[in-house]
């Protein structure tokens, strides 16, 4: 009987595979388990080592109901300003520099060598992750929070710069050609007619890499850049995981009222 059917109405269509030939795609997928297996084999895995670690990362977990804020308050608190204050000034200046960097990096509104050199600097400074760029500054200036500025104002720009050139490439193009159609200035055009285009995504995009830098600012610690982490990673080295799940508290707490923040300017921009 369901035979009869398909003849009569058709077989149920199905997705085609994305390898058609079958001897290819079953050879890829065993190809990718040997490699897989390959790898695997190439790990070298203490297990003793595992073991022995799964009692501190137990007493880690642990340490959440009982966190310490007390026994070293001083220095928390001095490194969580330093994190707040190194972060709020470098979005401000990366913030700054990235709007007219990604003005120029936008192909619809500018001439093609300004395009050329600032989407060079919009590559270079997404080719460099922020750790490594830390790791040079510290070499550079010296450990402190100079250098973790310095990091996170280079990582904004890269980030901002092209989010905003992308978006505005993909604007309204009759509302930009209609104030340029009335005989404004450039400075006019950018102003009525692309500005209030990406200004809300702009706030967005800018709340939201003061989040990023400010979870950024802890990892930077760690090497010496400055901010909260050079206390946490203190603490994670004299085993006082009271302390680490204390700042790690403080830091949750902190990016969720960011993330709260955010939400009621995009609201009021928009």
Do not use: H
Not at 139 to 149: D, E, H, Q, S, T
């Amino acid at each position: 009987m369901s035979t009869e059917l398909e003849t009569i109405l058709g077989r149920k269509w199905r997705r085609p595979p994305f390898v058609e030939n079958p001897v290819l795609r079953w050879g890829l997928i065993a190809g990718f388990v040997v490699y897989l297996i390959a790898a695997y084999m190439t790990i070298e895995i203490n297990w003793s080592r595992v073991y022995e670690g799964l009692d501190r990362g137990a007493a880690f977990v642990l340490a959440f109901t009982s966190p310490d804020f007390v026994s070293r308050a001083s220095d928390i608190w001095a490194g969580l300003l330093e994190s707040i204050i190194m972060t709020v000034a470098a979005s401000v200046v990366g913030i700054l520099i990235s709007i007219p960097i990604g003005l120029g990096a936008a192909r619809n509104i500018a001439p093609l060598p300004v395009y050329l050199v600032c989407r060079g600097i919009v590559a270079v400074s997404r080719a460099l992750q922020e750790i490594i760029v830390a790791i040079l500054l510290v070499a550079i200036f010296g450990f402190g929070p100079l250098a973790g500025f310095l990091t996170l104002s280079f990582a904004t720009i890269g980030f901002l710069s092209k989010l905003l050139a992308e978006d505005i490439e993909s604007m309204d193009r009759v509302q930009a050609e209609a104030i340029r159609a009335s005989g404004a200035r450039w400075t006019q055009w950018i102003n009525y007619g692309v500005q209030p285009q990406v200004m809300p995504r702009l706030v967005g995009l800018s709340i939201y890499r003061l989040d990023i830098n400010f979870r950024e600012s802890a990892i930077l610690g760690l090497v010496g850049a400055g901010g909260i982490g050079a206390t946490l990673n203190t603490a994670f080295d004299r085993y006082e995981y009271d302390t680490a799940a204390a700042i790690l508290i403080l830091i949750i707490v902190i990016v969720m009222a960011l993330e709260y923040i955010s939400g009621i300017v995009r609201a009021r921009v928009q």
